[in-house]
């Protein structure tokens, strides 16, 4: 039989594999040097599984300020990626977050714009909450800024709330704005701002309001009222 030729996205795939590997080789050159092994740079395992899924052995804590000083010198979005991700590490806490902002303002890709928001999420400390809430605030950045709208009810200022209650009906992130409404007001008071999106003209929108109805109702509190 004669073999098929790859499709499109083999192709594709096997590109950015092929481009992935060229552009990473100054990183990982760099991390080696100071002793690091990369042979797990790029592999996230959420649960290990001994004898099935080994944990990863890239140490991400000794990492951190090789991935700080290298972040702004890697053109390849999908290298970037695999840098920001790693600085979810405790090392990185706070020294991270002013490298990760300017990523995130400067950047165009929404896949990438979406894992620095979530390690910013990570590594921000209670003094750099205010930065992150004009982040989120900015509807410039789209989905993008889903998880910096998630932190939101962490942050105790009336500015955030004025950027939830402005953001419920935004289709980029109203499904998370709803969720930290209710954690940052409580079920009931969150309710009063959710149940008139239910008919919003926006499918996003009216989805993520039946949604989080769906979950008010049956929330053990509302149950007993």
């Known amino acids: 039989f004669r073999s098929m030729p790859p499709d499109d996205w083999e192709l594709r795939r096997h590109a950015r594999l092929t481009a992935y590997q060229r552009d990473a080789v100054p990183l990982l050159e760099a991390l080696a040097d100071a002793g690091i092994d990369t042979a797990d740079f790029g592999r996230f395992v959420n649960r290990p599984f001994p004898g099935v899924i080994e944990p990863s052995r890239f140490d991400r804590e000794r990492a951190v300020p090789i991935l700080l000083e290298w972040l702004p010198r890697i053109a ?8 920001v991700r790693h600085l979810k590490a405790t090392a990185a806490r706070s020294i991270a977050t002013q490298p990760l902002i300017r990523e995130f303002s400067a950047a165009s890709d929404p896949a990438y714009k979406w894992a620095v928001a979530e390690t910013l999420c990570y590594v ?7 930065e992150l809430a004009e982040l989120a ?15 939101l009810w962490r942050v105790k200022t009336p500015r955030a709330a004025e ?12 499904l998370q704005a709803m969720s930290a409404l209710r954690r940052k007001l409580g079920n009931t008071a969150a309710r009063h701002c959710i149940e008139p999106l239910a008919g919003h003209p926006d499918q996003r929108v009216r989805a993520a309001a039946r949604n989080h109805l769906r979950k008010i109702d049956r929330s053990p509190a509302h149950r007993e009222s």
Do not use: W
Request: hydrophobic content about 40%.
């Open 163 to 174: 950027i939830l209650l402005s953001s419920v009906d935004d289709p980029d992130v109203a």
């Open 76 to 83: 390849n979005a999908n290298v970037k990626e695999s840098a």
């Open 137 to 151: 605030a900015d509807p410039r950045h789209g989905s993008a800024r889903q998880m910096l709208i998630g932190m």
């Open 124 to 130: 921000a400390d209670k003094s750099q909450y205010d």
